[in-house]
């Protein structure tokens, strides 16, 4: 990957952009961009990230004008390049869908989306579930009931309860008239009773089982024949198409059957004997007695009273809590074995996924380490192995020892962990992923590009410095291709130096009207003071001097200092500014400047003012404007405020300038306002007052302001000023 050249049209704020990185010309591994706030910095990470997760209906596009066509090449050595090889890292990413639930397993992000994919689709799918599956059994949380009925039959899941049920499931089935809750109660109140007054159950049951063995139609034997089997015949010959189609019923007296409803009422006949036998009354009337001893079990002993059989079921308490559970599945079939077949044939993927995420455990130690011992962060990165959500097998999750001063480290996870950080710590928290992806990348034979967006915006310096030493490994380390975007100007002149980037690889991006990015040659990655000094012959940057040497008289000596004063009158229109002449103002900068001793201008003879007012033409009057250089900036700003102040004053002749300490600009704006409350003038001179304080009061080491301004908002800004009248 020696070359990336970009062929790009309306992609986000970009109109086009068409641009070649060559990393072996340069002999770099890395190209940096500063980018003033809304060049260009997010659409052209947007861009590249999109086009790295190819996604069809998800690709670079105008989302203003959606009629425009895009275009978004990339080549890398003039082969289109491989999405896969394209790595976006910006710290403000974290990944996280807030309209799911997420799995906290670890894993590469490309593993971790194939996992949560399906895992968001399976917790869809069983919420969907679950809705119909309540409606069924009516019970307060039947998900997890389900799950404790058939607790050490399969692994302890959903899904895999599921899975094992929706084998045994009936066409046919017994619905039962009590609420699932109502015997089988969460505080386990019915099971409690049932073991207490087993005596009382076994005799019930033992006299039942009697009664049925001396019917003529009920049996019991090892395979019994009972009343839940005969109602199961009832229901499927209930049409009666069974005995139309000329089939019988033989008993074992004899006795044969040809119609559902004489087989319903010879049921019934019998049920009516059994249940009504005095003895079996008995036994019930002594175990109905002990229910009404428990307030607890009021409703129970209506289930029983309108139902007594279900004692019999009750006497394996266990086995009949499954039985009830597969008869509410069994109501819902389709919807049962449909899930369970989806559930399997993703358990297979998953299962894959989970094998290929054990083999990174090595690398996840790695990065751990490397997060630990570099960042400053209050919280410590272990890792555990934890049971999948799932499918309850061991995989790798991370969980956090909180540190605060003077109190013993306190175990954290994700979630509770990102409530306590504050904004730059989570984002320190969610590059941990970012290193993993990066690392993982290393041994592959295949170059991969990295754009790095700002990835240390609002970090505390610690950090932003630890973020800085990681770009420098990989700079230095020849595994991978770096574009370092940035809009923080601290930043892009600290990576320039910090990794000693040579001066072509470092660029400075500039937007024209047409949206059209072009990128410069960067500036300003050292003394700017020392930059404008070495050019003091050329008018603007003499005119750019003029609020620095001030700026330093006024830190050295005073405000009070002559030349203080003098240099005031270069740059506010004062009593003495007119008979200023550019020799004036230079001998002030020789008798300030060592390097200026000795040395003369072309231009010392001319009117200071009017040096100013045709430098500012010449700019404006300039058709390959740079939208970067400061110079350009300075000059203009001065050249504005100049001629506000010469229209303020022809407007207030009555004002006197030598009662103004400071902040002449505005003093002569808020008079003017007084005075010409409803002049059209004052939007202009409103304007004024905002945008130029910040390019003439300029302190040598920190002009960033500069930097993000346009020149062009300033150029229409000295336009508007020429022309009030």
Known sequence: METIKIDWENCFGIGKLNHEFNFNTQNSNSFMIYAPNGTMKTSFAKTFDLVSKNEPNNMPCDRVHANKISKYEIFSDGIAIKPENIL?????????????????????????????????????????????????????????????????QSKNTFFEVLLDTSKNLKESFQKYDFRYNDVFDKKDNVKKFLDKNQNLLNQYVSDYKDLLSKSKFFKQSENP???????????SIEDNAFFEAGHKFVLEDGT???????????????????????????????????????????????????DNSIL??????????KKVWVNYLSEIKSDSEVLAKYYEEQKIELEKIIIEAKKEIDLWKKIILTFNSRFYVPFEVILINQEDILLKEDTANLEFDYIDKNENPVRQNKENLLKIL??????????????????????????HLIIFDDVADSFDYKNKFAIIEYIRDLHLSNDFRLIILTHNFDFYRTIASRIALPHNVVYMATKNDDKEIKLYPG????????????????PKFFISLIAFVRNIIEYTESIQCEDYKILTSSMHKKADSETLTAQ???????????????????????????????????????????????????TFAIAIRLKAETYLISKLPEFDLTTISSNQTNELYQAYKNKFALSPAITILDKVNLMTPENIHINAFMFEPLIDMSVNHLKDLYEKTCNLN
């Open 88 to 152: 976006v890292i910006n710290a403000e990413d974290n990944g996280f869908d807030a309209s799911h639930r997420i799995s906290n397993f670890l894993a590469s992000t490309d593993l971790k989306k194939k996992y949560d994919k399906i895992y968001n689709e399976l917790e869809d799918r069983r919420k969907d579930f679950i809705k119909k599956l309540k409606t069924v059994s009516q019970s307060t949380d039947c998900e997890t009931e389900l799950i404790d009925s058939f607790a050490g």
């Open 225 to 235: 024949f009972g009343t839940v089997q005969a109602n199961e015949i009832l229901k």
């Open 256 to 306: 044969e059957i040809t119609d559902s409803a004489t087989l319903k009422e010879l049921v019934q006949e019998e049920m009516s004997k059994i249940l009504s036998d005095q003895k079996l009354v008995q036994a019930f009337e002594k175990f109905d007695k002990a229910i009404g001893s428990n307030n607890e079990l009021r409703i129970f002993k209506k289930v029983i009273e309108k």
């Open 312 to 321: 019999v079921e009750l006497s394996d308490y266990k086995g009949f809590q």
């Open 422 to 447: 504050s904004k730059g710590e989570q984002r320190a928290y969610f590059i941990l992923q970012f290193l993993f992806e990066i690392e993982s990348r290393k041994n592959s034979p295949e170059k």
């Open 523 to 538: 500036q300003y990655r050292n003394d700017l003071f020392a930059y404008l000094v070495s050019n003091y012959q050329r």
């Open 584 to 634: 004036n103002t230079f001998a002030i900068f020789q008798s300030r400047l060592t390097k200026l001793q000795g040395k003369s201008i072309d231009f010392g003879h001319k009117n200071l003012f009017d040096l100013i007012f045709e430098t500012a033409d010449a700019i404006y009057n300039d058709p390959n404007l740079n939208e970067i250089n400061i110079e350009n900036k300075i």
